[in-house]
Nanobody, 128 residues
């Protein structure tokens, strides 16, 4: 069973940058797409970004339109970790951010129901 642990959240000001990490353990995420979602208070969980797996590292990213120009997703296969660099943060980016994995499926999805394992989430708060 895969365990995912997010880190890197915090309180920042609008326009700042932040990098979130998600480390996988307890099982392999090789050959599996990994994604990031977020959930703001009173709102449904929404897709942010996802990345496929490639044997030699990297992966093909997919982004929600709302973050495409500001966020970058990447992964390090040697560390079983996926990252998300967030630039030019806005107050509307405030949310709990979750990472997730589609075990054995190397294709990104924006549907949360298609991911098998989830992290506990990390809070990102952007003040104006």
């Amino acid at each position: 069973q895969v365990q995912l642990v997010e880190s890197g959240g915090g309180l920042v000001q609008a326009g700042d940058s932040l990098r979130l990490s998600c480390a996988a353990s307890g099982g392999t995420v090789s050959g599996s797409a990994m994604g990031w979602f977020r959930q703001a208070p009173g709102k449904e969980r929404e897709f942010v970004a996802a990345v496929t797996w490639r044997r030699w590292g990297g992966g093909i990213p997919t982004y929600a339109d709302s973050v495409k120009a500001r966020f970058t997703i990447s992964r390090d296969n040697t560390k079983n970790t996926v990252y998300r660099q967030m630039n030019s943060l806005k107050p509307e980016d405030t949310a709990v951010y979750y990472c997730a994995v589609r075990t054995g499926v190397n294709w990104p999805s924006s549907r949360s129901s298609e991911y098998d394992y989830w992290g506990q989430g990390t809070q990102v708060t952007v003040s104006s």
